[in-house]
C-alpha cells in the first residue's frame, strides 16, 4: 500500500472517506491517467461494488471526493494557524507559507504537475481562478478583520 502522509489515513473514517484517501495514493503513484476504480477499490481495501454504491459516478465521483477531502485537509491545517496569529503579518505570513508547505508537500498535486501538468495548469490560469480567490477571501477576512480598522 502507498503513502501520501501518516496524517491522510487518519481521515479514512468510513468507507467513502477510505475510497478518497485510496484515490489520492493512487494518484500519486501512477497518475490521474492511470487511476481505475479497480486500483481504488483494491488500495482501499474494498470491492469495486463498494465503490460503485458509495460513489454510483464511479471513478469521476471518487476524484471528486477526492479533491474534496484534499481542500478540507488543507483548510484543517491552515485555518489553526491563522487562528493562533498575533497580527496581520503573521496572518498574512501564516496563510501564504501554510499554503506554499501544503503544495509543496502534497504528492498527488507533485505528481501531477510532474507527470501530467496540463491537467493542473489549466486551472491555474488568472482568469480560470475566481473561485479559488473567492474562498482564500472568505478564509482570510475571517481571521483579518478584527487586525482592520473598520473606520477605513
Given at each position: ?9 487518519t481521515y479514512a473514517d468510513t468507507g467513502a472517506d477510505r475510497v478518497a ?124 478583520h478584527h487586525f482592520l480598522d473598520e473606520d477605513d
Open positions: 500500500m502507498g503513502a501520501i502522509a501518516a496524517d491522510s489515513r484517501a485510496a484515490a489520492l495514493i493512487c494518484i500519486a503513484e501512477h497518475g490521474v491517467r492511470a487511476v481505475t476504480v479497480e486500483r481504488i477499490a483494491d488500495e482501499a481495501g474494498v470491492s469495486r461494488a463498494s465503490v460503485y454504491r458509495w460513489f454510483p459516478g464511479g471513478r469521476s465521483d471518487v476524484l471528486l471526493a477526492a479533491g474534496g477531502r484534499e481542500m478540507d485537509r488543507f483548510f484543517a491545517e491552515l485555518e489553526p494557524r491563522l487562528a493562533a496569529a498575533d497580527s496581520l503579518d503573521d496572518v498574512l505570513a501564516e496563510g501564504l507559507s501554510g499554503a506554499v508547505r501544503f503544495l509543496r508537500d502534497n504528492k498527488p498535486l507533485q505528481a501531477l504537475l510532474e507527470h501530467e501538468p496540463e491537467l493542473v495548469l489549466p486551472h491555474l490560469a488568472f482568469d480560470r481562478m475566481g473561485t479559488a480567490f473567492a474562498v482564500a477571501a472568505a478564509v482570510a477576512l475571517r481571521h483579518l
